[in-house]
């Protein structure tokens, strides 16, 4: 397969999937990653985009740089991972963030370093079926889960209707 040529003019880094690249048929490990420009921000500010949360998927199209893989086929950690990129890059690695403490219900900022995210390992195997089984220590229950597309969510959402 002929590898798809960028632009050399547009600036791009290499994301790393958390996924590894096992959901793919391609095996793909990281994707090409254009940052964030000022012209981003119609999409980011755009409110038919906003009214039918197109948003997210609109600028995963015109960022990630790979055509050998479909944005609608890339499974949410991998996408999450992936904004992180582009947030981190754009806006700086500080995130302040309001929430509250469900305990006192009382609401406090927090601040988060996006820099010093971890990704943890995956190191589950998925069965004939493409789901994985795991073990919730807290709750003691085995739980069966398949990791969804934004293609396949939509499909779900559409049989809900």
């Known amino acids: 397969m002929e590898e798809y040529k ?3 003019t547009i600036a791009y880094d290499v994301v790393e999937l958390p ?22 921000e119609n999409i980011l500010s755009a409110p038919n985009l906003i009214a039918n949360n197109g948003v997210i998927n609109e600028l995963l199209k015109r960022k990630v740089l790979d055509k050998d893989l479909q944005v609608d086929d890339i499974v949410d950690e991998d996408r999450q991972a992936i904004l992180i990129f ?3 890059t754009a806006f700086g690695s500080e995130y302040i963030l309001t929430t509250y ?15 010093t995210l ?29 990791f969804l597309t934004r ?3 939509d499909e779900i959402d559409k049989i809900k209707e």
């Open 19 to 40: 996924s590894k690249g096992i959901h793919y048929t391609n095996n793909k490990k990281s994707v090409r990653v254009a940052y964030l420009t000022a012209s981003d």
């Open 101 to 115: 403490d469900p305990k006192t219900e009382k609401e406090f900022n927090t601040t988060i370093n996006l820099e």
């Open 118 to 146: 971890k990704i943890k390992d995956f190191n589950l195997s998925e069965n004939s079926e493409g789901e994985y089984s795991y073990y919730l220590t807290k709750s003691k229950v085995d739980v069966t889960f398949k």
């Open 151 to 153: 293609k396949q969510e």
């Open 6 to 8: 960028i632009d050399p």
């Open 86 to 88: 582009l947030r981190n």
